[in-house]
């Protein structure tokens, strides 16, 4: 079985590094192997996948993806992290299975992967990226037909909620544009070093065609921003910058099947396309 990192090794390494966790870059280390082993077997991963990890850290996880995948594309945005993390996996005869891109997944796209297609995204996510940094890959890595993250509690909920629901928001519609997305688990806080203030969850997504519709994903994407925009409105009023007056704004809601004294909390992503598609 693969050796992966404990509490000592990882405290090991960070010494080695002189480093010391940052909020800024949302860094809070997995510590707990059994925590990765069960990312990866709920991952599911095909011995064929290439799995696109962000955040790799220290490689707690990264360990545990290589030897359940062809291959691992790691991208670290710290520079010291990316120069350890081939010597981390070197020292177990892994290397040929990993390549490390030093950039800010933020703003990689396919041609910043050296030739390798993802086909499934698992990672332990920063938290105060999280969701910019799954709808990103999602839109610019069309290739990718699963993913695992890791990410706030709370983040998990927003993900995964569907109409209704108290946390249904603009996260929410924007990845059911790309996947089905669901709760996959809870994770504490002691299996991170150093342990966060907030609960952890693992979201599980799976790719699927976005709803039939004229309307361009940005199109659709921009109702669904002014939708939220002001929470609790109802969308003849939420609306009405968007359609150019409330009364336009009804005129398109009307026309699309939609109630206009709804509010966006009820949509679901295929209503937020109809609307787009009647804009005045």
Do not use: C
């Amino acid at each position: 079985m693969m050796s992966l990192l404990g509490p000592t090794e990882i405290r090991i390494l960070a010494d080695k590094l002189n480093l010391r966790p940052t909020k800024k870059l949302g860094q809070n280390f997995v510590i707990d192997a059994g925590t990765v082993r069960r990312i990866v077997r709920v991952a599911a991963l095909a011995p064929e996948d290439v799995v696109i990890e962000v955040g790799p850290g220290l490689g707690s996880l990264t360990l545990a993806l290589l030897p359940a995948a062809q291959h691992v594309v790691a991208v670290e945005i710290d520079p010291v992290l990316a120069a350890q993390l081939p010597v981390t996996v070197a020292d177990r005869g892994l290397d040929d299975k990993l390549t490390v891109v030093e950039a800010d997944a933020m703003r990689i796209t396919s041609a910043d992967l050296l030739g390798h297609t993802p086909t499934a995204l698992v990672a332990n996510l920063p938290y105060n990226v999280a969701v910019p940094v799954v709808l990103h890959l999602l839109q610019v890595l069309p290739s990718l037909r699963k993913g695992l993250v890791m990410v706030q509690s709370e983040v998990a909920d927003r993900l995964a909620a569907g109409p209704g629901s108290k946390v249904y928001g603009v996260p929410s519609v924007k990845a059911a544009w790309y996947a089905d997305v669901r709760r996959a688990g809870p994770v504490g806080r002691t299996v991170f070093w150093p342990a966060p203030n907030v609960d952890s969850g693992l979201v599980s997504m799976v790719r699927r065609d976005p709803p039939e519709t004229s309307a361009s994903r940005e199109e659709v994407f921009a109702v669904i921003d002014a939708a939220f925009a002001q929470r609790r409105k109802t969308l003849r009023a939420a609306l009405a910058s968007w359609a150019g007056s409330p009364a336009q704004a009804e005129a398109a809601l009307r026309a699309a099947g939609v109630d206009p004294s709804e509010r966006g909390e009820q949509l679901d992503v295929t209503a937020f396309a109809r609307i787009a598609e009647v804009k005045p």
